[in-house]
């Protein structure tokens, strides 16, 4: 309830350690949403069904409406927030923006989190390996095809690869 | 930069959208990113019941409940609304009775979403339960008890008869005369954002209400109309749309609770609705039952059509009208058809209120139409697609229920997948458990007439320049992902030859924008890229004649390219385009210009002829290719082959997303996608949840090689037209083709699961008819028809005057 008496607690959001005060039973999406103004992680149904509300927890990809605030206590989280580096793009980023893998844009920043944390482990994952890890990401608007030629192309360029997006993916087959 | 043949800079280029950083660094706002001051949250409570009279409502605990600011019942807002004028069915909370499992029955404001939970189950319903109905035939059945007091007769909402020519003897010249009859699951869009909507009040008597929805000026209407304020008072904002695909084009119950809310408490209040709640308000694809009859000669052509429809449209009228005549009217713009009987019914049932979905009521005869089609083809030993090939409408013609096709690109796509997909190679001619099928389509880019009847614009545009170069664009259009606000930037930056990232879009606002009707029918590239198109022109018009006096040089050699205005002859000879701005607005006063765009009148003349007309209709070809597992029944398809005729690309990235998304979609609707009800009586939602409502993740979406077809069409900006529904319409037939070529069973019912292939080999192999699908269609009591002569027969758009006896 609304009086019920708030916990504190510490955790590092997005590089910067933060201490934030909030009702116990509030989930990781409620806290960063609602306590800490970070409302790019969306949400799509708060049941851990749909991959909506994806954020990194010490770099690993979790649903955050099923996380328990408290229980990220000196832990380390990530969100879409933190993927631009001064002003500039994550390679993902630029990407998803160049291939369209963002229509409506609802369910990027998750499949964004996602894909990095993909390449952090697997630098030149196999179109197989793409869609396995972003199976639990679900999207109404591209069909996923454009998603993963962003995934592969931002992979190459973070292995520094000279790489420009195919003629096919951009303007059709001739 | 510039294309050498076209001399177009932007028309044409693969270019970010101008909301792509925005969307990637999770700038974007969505409805339910935005918080107020002092803001209450808003629930709303559901029927628990699926038909029932509302004997009282006790509300007097959950008001006293700590926290709780205000509850409202159906009474409070008595005035009904409907998109439809003339179904203006629906009451912001039930009043008198409830028609569906999620009917909305109160509404509570509470300091927080927990007290407004909690407040909901303080409050008592208490119900006196009707006979409820659960399908389009049990609606038929029983004409009582009424669902609504409205409608044709008994429970059916709507009844069509149209007849153009004389089908039954068009008919009887067929070599063959085929029968068949299929069925279409209801289906939901399901997208990824939940709907949310936040409202504000200010004590100057203003409202704000800032929305998820499609269809800001509709909303704008609806509120003025429920809450009896002065239009002039509501300020309607569209938040980008986190999906919608039609499913956020009604005005609905939340929107006016919560600024009803905010009026009372004088505080903001915000819904969010939950996951389940989607699933409730649904308007998605009506289940649909069909019987098409089609006499056809030797070499495939068609010598007469007559086609029936019963839709189930759930508890409320939504689009539902619209969606009716629309299950009828598209049939005739692929294959020539020249006599044409279209009888249609839409049932009120007791489950959510069916309405528009990408497709809007031409996704379920298309599918008919095609496996139809197919079978047609088989029987008469032709190639589908090269029967196809032989029957197609002419460009710039008038079919037989007066739909004027202008460009018509449907053999380049037919033969580019045909060729793509080695089609020849394979049909016919793959081992046992692969197949492959083809389909077509067509679908309008944009209706024809408003929503309401109306003389004024389908879109406006207003456009801004400024004295340093900046061009701000303004139009109500509403971006739901499709990136219409991309499409506006894009057209004005060719016109006036400016870079696309300096011009300024700011749409879908109703204090601040120019009416248009919204994201539906795929109407936006083409009316607000019309709008957009006229209204630079305009402002063109008047850099350039003070240009060309600076410059001394005819206004008419001067060109508007790269950020400049120069002497096309000499280019050197010119002037940045800011400075052309200056001088122009040192002559004349600030530089502001309109555009708006008014569709051709149909020429149709009947009673229906309102639906189907479009400015210019796309066309698909689609080749989907399967693998069938007689052991499972369970469908794989590897790789779908799509060419679609959008005319011109104003940005062919965007519309191969949109390709590839209703690809996509169409998969899940042709596989998996339904809305499925359980209990004893059918009416019970079975778990409205994302993990229950199986759709294609990334382990289940196929392949999709696409081919743009550019036909461009003459009443399209640049020659532009739609791409984001089309494309959908021939997956679902062209899978159930290939499952056909597959393994030799005909499944005439949408989705085509596992269980349904496995029901069709057993026939099969028992020696019965090789097919699961529906196998009769129940009387209907069809009005007097409609009779209209067709162009051909001398017919002038008008039906014949009924003689009464």
Redesign the interface.
């Known amino acids: 309830?609304?009086?019920e008496s708030k916990v504190k607690i510490a955790l590092t959001v997005n590089g910067e350690r933060t201490e934030v005060a909030f009702a116990p039973h509030k989930t990781l999406l409620e806290l960063l949403?609602?306590d800490l103004g970070l409302?790019?992680?969306?949400?799509?149904?708060?049941?851990g069904?749909?991959g909506?509300c994806t954020v990194l927890l010490d770099g690993t990809p979790v649903l955050s409406c099923l996380v328990l605030g408290l229980a990220c206590t000196e832990h380390s989280v990530r969100?879409?927030?933190a993927?631009?580096d001064g002003g500039k793009?994550h390679p993902?980023?630029e990407t998803?923006?160049?291939?369209?893998a963002?229509?409506?844009?609802?369910?990027?920043?998750a499949f964004?989190l996602t894909a990095e944390a993909l390449l952090t482990e697997n630098p030149k994952p196999t179109r197989d390996e793409?869609?396995?890890a972003?199976?639990?990401?679900?999207?109404?608007?591209?069909?996923?095809?454009?998603i993963?030629e962003a995934v592969e192309l931002a992979a190459a360029r973070m292995r520094g690869e000279t790489a420009e997006?195919s003629r096919?993916?951009?303007?059709?087959?001739p | 930069m510039a294309s050498r043949k076209s001399g177009r800079r932007v028309i044409g280029k693969a270019l970010r959208k101008v909301d792509a950083v925005a969307k990637v660094t999770g700038a974007t706002k969505f409805a339910d990113d935005l918080a107020f001051p002092r803001m209450l949250y808003c629930k709303l409570l559901r029927s628990t019941q699926p038909h029932a009279r509302i004997v009282s409502i006790d509300a007097s605990a959950a008001a006293k409940l700590a926290g709780v600011q205000a509850v409202l019942t159906g009474r409070d807002l008595p005035i009904p609304f409907g998109i439809l004028p003339v179904s203006q069915d629906e009451h912001t909370m039930c009043v008198d009775k409830v028609r569906f499992i999620g009917d909305p029955v109160a509404a509570v404001a509470a300091t927080s979403e927990e007290a407004a939970t909690a407040a909901l189950d303080l409050i008592r319903v208490y119900y006196e339960p009707l006979k409820s109905f659960a399908s389009a035939e049990e609606a038929v059945a029983h004409p009582e008890p009424r669902i609504h007091d409205y409608g044709d007769t008994g429970n059916l909402h709507k009844l069509i008869d149209l007849e153009f020519g004389d089908a039954a003897a068009g008919i009887a010249e067929g070599d063959i005369v085929r029968e068949d009859l299929f069925f279409f699951e209801g289906n939901t869009h399901l997208p990824m954002e939940q709907h949310a909507a936040v409202a504000t009040w200010s004590p100057d008597g203003k409202l704000t209400l800032w929305s998820s929805t499609q269809t800001p000026h509709y909303v704008h209407r609806a509120l003025a109309k429920v809450l009896e304020l002065p239009a002039a008072r509501i300020r309607v904002i569209a938040t980008p749309n986190g999906g919608g695909f039609g499913g956020k084009s009604d005005p609905f119950s939340h929107e006016i609770a919560v600024a009803k809310l905010a009026m009372i408490t004088g505080r903001p209040v915000k819904i969010t609705l939950t996951r389940e709640e989607v699933f409730y308000c649904h308007r998605g694809r009506h289940p649909t039952l069909m019987w098409i009859r089609t006499g056809v000669k030797k070499d495939g052509s068609i010598t007469g059509m007559h086609f029936r429809s019963l839709l189930d449209g759930g508890a409320y009228g939504s689009y539902g009208v619209a969606s009716t005549y629309y299950t009828g009217a598209l049939q005739t713009v692929t294959y020539q058809v020249p006599s044409y009987k279209f009888q249609g019914a839409r049932a009120f049932t007791n489950k959510a209120p069916c309405g528009p979905k990408r497709g809007h009521g031409t996704p379920q005869p298309r599918f008919a139409l095609e496996v139809h089609i197919d079978k047609i083809a088989e029987e008469l030993k032709l190639d589908p697609a090269e029967m196809r090939l032989k029957t197609l409408v002419p460009p710039n013609s008038l079919t037989a229920n007066y739909l004027r096709v202008g460009s018509m690109g449907l053999g380049q796509c037919i033969e580019k997948v045909v060729e793509g997909s080695e089609w020849k190679k394979r049909f016919r001619k793959l081992p046992r458990g692969q197949g492959v099928g083809l389909a077509c389509s067509s679908y309008i880019s944009g209706a024809g007439l408003p929503i309401y009847w109306n003389n004024m614009p389908h879109s406006g545009v207003q456009l801004k320049c400024d004295r340093g170069g900046g061009v701000t664009v303004f139009c109500g259009s509403t971006d739901i992902g499709q990136g219409s606000d991309s499409i506006l930037a894009y057209i004005v930056a060719e016109v006036l030859g400016v870079d696309p990232f300096h011009v300024a879009v700011v749409t879908a606002d109703t204090d601040l924008t120019p009416v248009d009707l919204g994201s539906y029918s795929s109407r936006v590239t083409l009316m607000s890229g019309n709008a957009a198109v006229q209204a630079a022109e305009r402002a063109r018009q008047i850099l350039a004649l003070h240009a060309a006096k600076k410059l001394e040089v005819p206004g008419d050699r001067l060109t508007f390219a790269d950020g400049r205005v120069f002497d096309s002859k000499d280019p050197k000879r010119g002037m940045s385009f800011a400075e052309a701005v200056q001088w122009a607005e040192a002559a004349e006063g600030t530089i502001g210009t309109v555009g708006s765009y008014t569709p051709p009148r149909s020429a149709g003349k009947y009673r229906g002829a309102g639906v189907g007309p479009s400015p210019a209709y796309s066309y698909s070809a689609c080749v989907a290719e399967v693998d069938v597992d007689p052991e499972t029944g369970i469908v794989r398809v590897p790789t779908i082959w799509i060419a679609h005729d959008v005319g011109r690309s104003i940005n062919p990235a965007t519309v191969i997303g949109q390709v590839e998304g209703s690809i996509y979609m169409g998969l899940g609707e042709a596989l998996m996608e339904e809305m499925t009800y359980r209990g004893d009586l059918k009416v019970v939602h079975k778990i409205p949840s994302l993990l229950e409502y199986k759709s294609p993740t990334t382990l289940e979406m196929c392949d999709v090689i696409t081919y743009l077809i550019e036909d461009p069409d003459p009443n399209g900006p640049f020659g532009a037209k739609e791409v984001g529904q089309g494309p959908l319409l021939p997956v679902m037939p062209a899978v159930a083709n290939a499952v056909y070529d597959a393994v030799g069973v005909r499944v005439d019912e949408v989705p085509i699961t596992p269980e349904k292939v496995l029901k069709a080999l057993r026939k099969k192999e028992k020696g019965e008819v090789p097919r699961f699908g529906p196998d009769r269609f129940p009387d209907i009591p069809w009005p007097e028809p409609t009779r209209v002569p067709t162009p051909w027969e001398g017919g002038d758009g008008k039906a014949v005057e009924r003689v009464h006896a």
Do not use: W
Request: charged share 20%.
């Open positions: 309830m609304s009086n949403r609602e409302t790019g992680t969306k949400h799509g149904c708060e049941l069904e749909c909506t969100t879409v927030e993927m631009a793009l993902l980023q998803f923006a160049d291939l369209g963002a229509q409506c844009g609802y369910c990027t920043p964004l793409i869609k396995d972003l199976a639990g990401n679900l999207c109404r608007c591209t069909g996923y095809i454009k993963y997006p096919e993916s951009l303007y059709g087959q």
